[in-house]
Nanobody, 124 residues
Framework: QVQLVESGGGLVQAGGSLRLSCAAS????????MGWFRQAPGKERDFVAA????????RYLDSVKGRFTISRDNAKNTVYLQMNSLKPEDTAVYYC?????????????????WGQGTQVTVSS
């Protein structure tokens, strides 16, 4: 069993930055791929970014490439999402997730464990 707790969300002006954190506890964090997803009210859940268990590979939603960076610190059982040049369309609840299947995470948007989410609001 893995518990994930997100933090770092809030209100930011367009063009600003936020850094989301996801702290994991329970089972071995370092053996899970980690991802970030987001969902706006009335919209489907979107994949945002993912990082392999070793940190050697990453994948991003096209619309956030060059603006968002996912990273992890296995010693701290924490994954991060650095978000720069934020746009109003980035407004959503952001969820941290853990999974052991890369394809399911990136393409199927399916993971074994999910956090409760943190709200990110970008004003114009």
């Amino acid at each position: 069993q893995v518990q994930l707790v997100e933090s770092g969300g809030g209100l930011v002006q367009a063009g600003g930055s936020l850094r989301l954190s996801c702290a994991a506890s329970g089972r071995t964090f370092s053996r899970y791929h980690m991802g970030w997803f987001r969902q706006a009210p009335g919209k489907e859940r979107d994949f945002v970014a993912a990082i392999t268990w070793s940190g050697g590979g990453t994948r991003y939603l096209d619309s956030v490439k060059g603006r968002f960076t996912i990273s992890r610190d296995n010693a701290k059982n924490t994954v991060y999402l650095q978000m720069n040049s934020l746009k109003p369309e980035d407004t959503a609840v952001y969820y941290c997730a853990a999974g052991d299947d890369w394809v399911r995470m990136v393409y199927g948007k399916s993971c074994e464990y999910w956090g409760q989410g943190t709200q990110v609001t970008v004003s114009s």
